[in-house]
Protein backbone atom coordinates (compact mmCIF):
# COMPACT_ATOMS: atom_id res chain seq x y z
CA UNK A 1 0.00 0.00 0.00
CA UNK A 2 1.28 3.23 -0.90
CA UNK A 3 2.60 5.35 2.30
CA UNK A 4 4.51 8.44 3.35
CA UNK A 5 6.66 7.69 6.65
CA UNK A 6 7.85 10.71 9.18
CA UNK A 7 9.89 7.90 11.34
CA UNK A 8 9.83 11.05 14.18
CA UNK A 9 7.30 12.05 15.80
CA UNK A 10 9.09 15.18 17.76
CA UNK A 11 12.44 17.00 17.04
CA UNK A 12 14.03 19.57 19.96
CA UNK A 13 16.82 21.37 18.45
CA UNK A 14 18.70 24.30 19.77
CA UNK A 15 18.33 27.73 17.79
CA UNK A 16 21.37 27.84 15.56
CA UNK A 17 21.53 24.35 15.17
CA UNK A 18 21.42 22.05 11.40
CA UNK A 19 17.98 20.42 11.25
CA UNK A 20 17.08 17.72 9.36
CA UNK A 21 13.22 15.57 9.54
CA UNK A 22 13.15 12.86 6.94
CA UNK A 23 10.59 11.71 5.18
CA UNK A 24 10.45 8.19 3.38
CA UNK A 25 7.46 7.01 0.68
CA UNK A 26 6.37 3.70 -0.46
CA UNK A 27 5.05 4.20 -3.86
CA UNK A 28 5.15 2.31 -7.32
CA UNK A 29 6.27 5.16 -9.07
CA UNK A 30 8.02 8.53 -8.79
CA UNK A 31 5.19 10.70 -7.23
CA UNK A 32 5.51 14.59 -6.78
CA UNK A 33 6.86 15.13 -3.24
CA UNK A 34 5.96 17.81 -0.64
CA UNK A 35 6.94 19.71 2.30
CA UNK A 36 4.66 21.73 4.66
CA UNK A 37 5.21 23.49 7.43
CA UNK A 38 1.96 24.28 9.87
CA UNK A 39 2.57 26.86 12.53
CA UNK A 40 0.51 26.56 15.88
CA UNK A 41 -3.49 27.35 15.01
CA UNK A 42 -2.57 28.25 11.17
CA UNK A 43 -2.88 26.82 7.50
CA UNK A 44 -0.63 24.92 5.83
CA UNK A 45 2.54 26.78 4.04
CA UNK A 46 4.62 24.70 1.37
CA UNK A 47 8.28 24.79 1.70
CA UNK A 48 9.35 23.09 -1.24
CA UNK A 49 8.34 20.62 -3.91
CA UNK A 50 9.82 18.11 -6.08
CA UNK A 51 8.60 16.69 -9.51
CA UNK A 52 11.90 16.02 -11.49
CA UNK A 53 15.26 16.94 -12.54
CA UNK A 54 17.57 18.23 -10.13
CA UNK A 55 17.14 16.03 -6.61
CA UNK A 56 18.42 18.76 -4.41
CA UNK A 57 15.40 21.30 -3.91
CA UNK A 58 15.36 24.89 -2.54
CA UNK A 59 12.26 26.05 -0.51
CA UNK A 60 11.65 29.47 1.44
CA UNK A 61 12.85 30.38 4.63
CA UNK A 62 16.46 28.30 4.44
CA UNK A 63 14.83 25.04 3.39
CA UNK A 64 16.07 22.49 0.81
CA UNK A 65 15.47 18.84 0.32
CA UNK A 66 17.12 16.02 -1.42
CA UNK A 67 15.03 13.19 -2.63
CA UNK A 68 16.73 9.60 -2.97
CA UNK A 69 15.03 7.38 -5.49
CA UNK A 70 17.50 4.72 -4.32
CA UNK A 71 16.18 5.01 -0.65
CA UNK A 72 12.61 6.29 -1.71
CA UNK A 73 13.41 9.30 0.70
CA UNK A 74 12.88 13.01 0.95
CA UNK A 75 14.55 14.55 3.39
CA UNK A 76 13.84 17.94 4.48
CA UNK A 77 16.81 20.59 5.69
CA UNK A 78 17.82 23.47 7.34
CA UNK A 79 21.70 24.56 8.26
CA UNK A 80 20.64 26.72 10.96
CA UNK A 81 17.25 26.83 12.85
CA UNK A 82 15.67 29.72 14.09
CA UNK A 83 12.90 29.96 17.01
CA UNK A 84 10.44 31.04 14.31
CA UNK A 85 10.79 27.36 12.55
CA UNK A 86 9.10 25.85 15.42
CA UNK A 87 6.55 24.59 14.11
CA UNK A 88 4.54 21.39 12.67
CA UNK A 89 6.37 19.79 9.51
CA UNK A 90 4.37 16.89 6.83
CA UNK A 91 5.62 15.43 3.77
CA UNK A 92 3.40 14.55 1.47
CA UNK A 93 3.48 12.49 -1.95
CA UNK A 94 0.35 13.42 -4.65
CA UNK A 95 -0.70 9.67 -5.35
CA UNK A 96 -3.04 10.64 -8.20
CA UNK A 97 -5.24 13.59 -9.82
CA UNK A 98 -4.29 15.92 -6.62
CA UNK A 99 -5.10 13.50 -3.98
CA UNK A 100 -2.17 14.40 -1.59
CA UNK A 101 -1.35 11.81 1.00
CA UNK A 102 0.22 12.99 4.56
CA UNK A 103 3.26 12.01 6.52
CA UNK A 104 1.72 12.27 10.51
CA UNK A 105 4.17 15.18 10.64
CA UNK A 106 7.12 15.74 12.66
CA UNK A 107 6.96 18.50 15.95
CA UNK A 108 9.70 20.80 15.95
CA UNK A 109 10.79 22.40 19.24
CA UNK A 110 13.77 25.01 19.26
CA UNK A 111 15.15 25.62 22.11
CA UNK A 112 17.27 28.92 22.83
CA UNK B 1 -6.47 39.11 -1.03
CA UNK B 2 -6.70 36.28 0.72
CA UNK B 3 -6.23 33.06 -2.20
CA UNK B 4 -8.49 30.59 -0.14
CA UNK B 5 -10.19 32.06 2.39
CA UNK B 6 -12.85 29.70 4.41
CA UNK B 7 -15.62 30.67 7.65
CA UNK B 8 -15.83 30.63 9.57
CA UNK B 9 -12.69 29.90 11.07
CA UNK B 10 -14.10 28.57 14.63
CA UNK B 11 -16.92 26.80 15.03
CA UNK B 12 -18.67 25.43 18.17
CA UNK B 13 -21.79 23.41 18.18
CA UNK B 14 -23.80 20.71 19.66
CA UNK B 15 -24.30 17.06 18.57
CA UNK B 16 -27.20 16.93 16.17
CA UNK B 17 -27.11 19.92 14.57
CA UNK B 18 -26.26 20.49 10.80
CA UNK B 19 -23.76 22.83 10.20
CA UNK B 20 -22.22 24.40 6.84
CA UNK B 21 -18.34 25.42 6.10
CA UNK B 22 -17.62 27.99 3.06
CA UNK B 23 -14.74 27.88 1.08
CA UNK B 24 -13.57 30.62 -1.58
CA UNK B 25 -10.81 31.12 -4.14
CA UNK B 26 -10.04 33.75 -5.97
CA UNK B 27 -6.80 32.10 -8.03
CA UNK B 28 -8.69 31.38 -10.31
CA UNK B 29 -8.17 27.68 -10.11
CA UNK B 30 -10.81 24.67 -11.02
CA UNK B 31 -10.45 22.07 -8.98
CA UNK B 32 -11.16 22.43 -4.96
CA UNK B 33 -10.59 19.99 -2.12
CA UNK B 34 -11.51 19.15 1.32
CA UNK B 35 -8.90 17.87 3.74
CA UNK B 36 -9.49 16.88 7.41
CA UNK B 37 -6.92 16.68 9.99
CA UNK B 38 -7.86 14.95 13.26
CA UNK B 39 -6.70 15.53 16.79
CA UNK B 40 -3.22 13.94 16.26
CA UNK B 41 -3.00 16.23 13.26
CA UNK B 42 -3.37 13.46 10.44
CA UNK B 43 -3.97 15.04 7.91
CA UNK B 44 -6.61 13.15 5.24
CA UNK B 45 -8.68 14.05 1.73
CA UNK B 46 -12.42 14.16 1.76
CA UNK B 47 -13.54 15.21 -1.57
CA UNK B 48 -12.09 17.20 -4.91
CA UNK B 49 -14.06 18.69 -7.32
CA UNK B 50 -12.85 19.88 -11.03
CA UNK B 51 -15.21 22.07 -12.93
CA UNK B 52 -17.99 21.09 -9.94
CA UNK B 53 -17.45 17.61 -10.98
CA UNK B 54 -17.36 15.39 -8.18
CA UNK B 55 -13.41 13.21 -8.97
CA UNK B 56 -12.40 12.19 -5.27
CA UNK B 57 -14.68 11.09 -2.92
CA UNK B 58 -12.73 8.91 -0.19
CA UNK B 59 -14.52 6.79 2.28
CA UNK B 60 -16.62 9.81 3.94
CA UNK B 61 -19.56 9.72 6.03
CA UNK B 62 -22.65 10.31 3.92
CA UNK B 63 -23.24 12.68 6.86
CA UNK B 64 -20.90 15.43 4.89
CA UNK B 65 -22.17 16.34 1.59
CA UNK B 66 -19.74 18.81 -0.34
CA UNK B 67 -21.62 21.28 -2.34
CA UNK B 68 -19.92 23.35 -5.84
CA UNK B 69 -21.87 25.86 -6.84
CA UNK B 70 -19.39 27.24 -9.44
CA UNK B 71 -15.92 26.73 -9.82
CA UNK B 72 -14.20 29.33 -6.92
CA UNK B 73 -16.34 27.61 -4.27
CA UNK B 74 -16.62 24.52 -2.83
CA UNK B 75 -18.79 24.58 0.74
CA UNK B 76 -18.92 21.62 3.44
CA UNK B 77 -22.18 20.37 5.15
CA UNK B 78 -22.13 18.20 7.53
CA UNK B 79 -25.69 16.66 9.17
CA UNK B 80 -26.25 15.12 12.35
CA UNK B 81 -22.66 16.03 14.02
CA UNK B 82 -20.69 13.50 16.12
CA UNK B 83 -18.35 14.47 18.74
CA UNK B 84 -15.58 12.55 16.83
CA UNK B 85 -16.32 15.37 13.92
CA UNK B 86 -14.22 17.50 15.98
CA UNK B 87 -11.39 18.32 13.60
CA UNK B 88 -9.92 21.13 11.46
CA UNK B 89 -11.24 21.00 8.30
CA UNK B 90 -8.67 22.36 5.58
CA UNK B 91 -10.16 23.64 2.15
CA UNK B 92 -7.51 23.92 -0.33
CA UNK B 93 -7.14 24.90 -4.72
CA UNK B 94 -5.31 23.90 -7.56
CA UNK B 95 -4.96 24.44 -11.08
CA UNK B 96 -5.93 21.01 -12.71
CA UNK B 97 -6.61 17.95 -11.07
CA UNK B 98 -2.79 18.10 -9.75
CA UNK B 99 -0.56 19.47 -7.03
CA UNK B 100 1.38 21.98 -9.11
CA UNK B 101 -0.35 24.80 -7.77
CA UNK B 102 -1.61 23.49 -4.38
CA UNK B 103 -3.16 26.38 -2.25
CA UNK B 104 -4.27 25.79 1.09
CA UNK B 105 -6.67 27.64 3.12
CA UNK B 106 -6.30 28.47 7.18
CA UNK B 107 -8.62 26.30 8.05
CA UNK B 108 -11.75 25.81 9.98
CA UNK B 109 -11.81 24.21 13.49
CA UNK B 110 -15.33 22.68 14.37
CA UNK B 111 -15.55 21.51 18.28
CA UNK B 112 -18.57 19.36 18.18
CA UNK B 113 -20.04 19.13 22.12
Known amino acids: AQSVTQPDIHITVSEGASLELRCNYS??????LFWYVQSPGQGLQLLLKYFSGDTLVQGIKGFEAEFKRSQSSFNLRKPSVHWSDAAEYFCAVDLVRGKLQFGAGTQVVVTP | DTAVSQTPKYLVTQMGNDKSIKCEQN?????MYWYKQDSKKFLKIMFSYNNKELIINETVPNRFSPKSPDKAHLNLHINSLELGDSAVYFC????????????FGSGTRLTVV
Open chain 2, 92 to 103: ASSQGTGSVRYT
Open chain 1, 27 to 32: YGATPY
Open chain 2, 27 to 31: LGHDT
